[in-house]
């Protein structure tokens, strides 16, 4: 059995695959990502002893547990450096406590990287030399292929997309610089933009589902709201859009990929946010190379991450 991991800025997803990466079971625990580092690696220890108890399963069934990590890793040390959606999460030994706890050899990656190996493996990209694959939830994270290659760089951030600078003086990133496309094409982005509108007074049916508790807000209501036709709502969507356009526009002038994979929560989005994005790369981005790259809905959805973690512990990917 390999145990395949997605540790989300919302919610842990937990896997359980035998020798073929067929799923034996899954699950969900909630990852508290604002309460600090402890609560967060309590909750991911709870979720694991749970799956395992309620599969009847010893830690000696287990070969390895694959682990995907928002942010920046030492992967050689395992260690999680950083991450934008996490709160005090700094230098975290996460493979030695998760070691320490349950003695199964742990490998982490990048939570990006985990989804893009499983739409690598079962999913969207399965054969493609030249692609990016793009996650939009919490934040927005992306991934690289280049001749069959997965990129990481020197410091394991390779196509950190999602710190693209797109305003010079714009919101603040927990990276620590502003102006960062994730703070705007996101949840909580699309979250912040609809809620600025509504501070300044500007109508909206979001008022009648929620009064004046814009804490409630979430991006599936915008897009409800946009496919009800209402103002504001497409506002915020065709705004959104334009900006992650822009942002493409970037990834085809500097990647030149065959294909843009869009996954993630809010992916589920769909034309409602690609269509304005559509509309920028056509118009900015270079022709020929804009010409040859689809941009494309990944196909796994919440479970290319738990796929791509068991896939990595699997060792199909070295």
Not at 106 to 122: K, P, Q, S, Y
Request: charge should be neutral.
């Amino acid at each position: 059995m390999y145990l395949g991991i997605d540790l989300g800025g919302t919610a842990i997803k937990l896997g359980l695959f035998d020798q073929e990466l067929v799923c034996i079971d899954k699950q969900t625990a909630a990852t508290n990502s604002l309460a600090g580092a402890a609560i967060v690696l309590k909750n991911l220890v709870t979720a694991i002893k749970k799956i395992l108890q309620d599969n009847q399963l010893t830690t000696n069934q287990v070969k390895r547990i694959g682990l995907g990590v928002p942010g920046l890793l030492d992967l050689q040390n395992g260690i999680s450096l950083f991450s934008p959606n996490f709160t005090d999460w700094e230098n975290i030994p996460i493979i030695a406590i998760l070691e320490k706890e349950f003695a199964i050899p742990t490998v982490i990656d990048n939570d990006v990287r985990m989804n893009l190996f499983g739409e690598w493996t079962l999913g969207a990209a399965q054969e493609l030399s030249d692609f990016v694959f793009i996650t939009l939830g919490t934040g927005l994270g992306a991934g690289v292929v280049i001749n069959h290659q997965l990129l990481y760089g020197a410091t394991n951030s390779f196509g950190e997309i999602g710190h693209l600078n797109m305003y010079r003086e714009g919101r603040p990133c927990a990276c620590g610089s502003s102006g960062c496309l994730g703070r705007y094409v996101s949840a909580r982005g699309m979250v912040k933009t609809a809620a600025d509108y509504l501070a300044e007074g500007q109508p909206s049916i979001l008022r009648d589902w929620l009064g004046e508790d814009w804490q409630q807000l979430t991006a599936k209501m915008i897009s409800k709201g946009f496919d009800q036709e209402d103002a504001l709502c497409q506002k915020v969507l065709q705004e959104t859009g334009e900006i992650f356009g822009f942002g493409l526009v970037n990834v085809i002038n500097l990647y030149n990929p065959k294909k843009i994979l869009i996954g993630g929560g809010m992916a589920k989005a769909g034309e409602r946010l690609l269509a304005p994005a559509r509309r920028v790369i056509q118009q900015h981005a270079l022709k020929i190379s804009a010409a040859a790259c689809q941009l494309e809905l990944a196909v796994l959805g919440s479970a290319a991450g738990m796929i791509g973690a068991a896939s990595v512990a699997a060792k199909k990917f070295a």
